[in-house]
């Protein structure tokens, strides 16, 4: 967490805004297609869930995978570790795989990843400059001093009016 501080905006997403943003990011993907279409999906866990299962749906992918990633951090140095690995043997180098995440922050979980994965086409759904490079194909970028609070890490609750409370 060390360098993902200080956030001094922060971001706030819905669930109609998450779908529409993947969404066009399924719909950005269409046009990015194999001839034949996307053979599988990779999501990064969690994060990766929510907007892998409606680009699976926008494009009629079946084979959806998972990798989970965990990073750790040591003082200044910092590592990340795969905890849970796709189905190899039906990923192979990744061509005609998607690898989908909600954001992509520092880049440290995608640089891992990518690694597995070099075939693989990588997208998000949020993009900061420190890990956009990374990403071949994300819908909006927010400064690196932005904070997102997605839609799952949320709640409704009571405010004070201005007045009168
Ligand atoms: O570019 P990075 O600096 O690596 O950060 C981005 C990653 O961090 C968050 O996941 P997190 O590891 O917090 O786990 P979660 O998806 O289970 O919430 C987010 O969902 C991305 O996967
Ligand atoms: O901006 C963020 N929001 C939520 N999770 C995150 N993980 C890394 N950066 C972020
Ligand atoms: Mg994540």
Redo the contacts with the bound molecule.
Sequence with gaps: MTD?LP?EKG?HVSWDQLHRDARALAWRLQGEAPEDGWRAIVAITR?GMAPAMIIARELDVRAVDTISVKSYDHQTQSEAIILKSPDMDLMGEGDGVLIID??V??GR?LELVRKLLPAAHVATV?A?PKGRELVHTFITE?SQD?????PW?MALQYVEPYRGA
């Design positions: 993902r956030h971001f994060g909600d954001l922050d520092t979980t949020y900061k927010v932005t904070w997102i609070f997605f890490d």
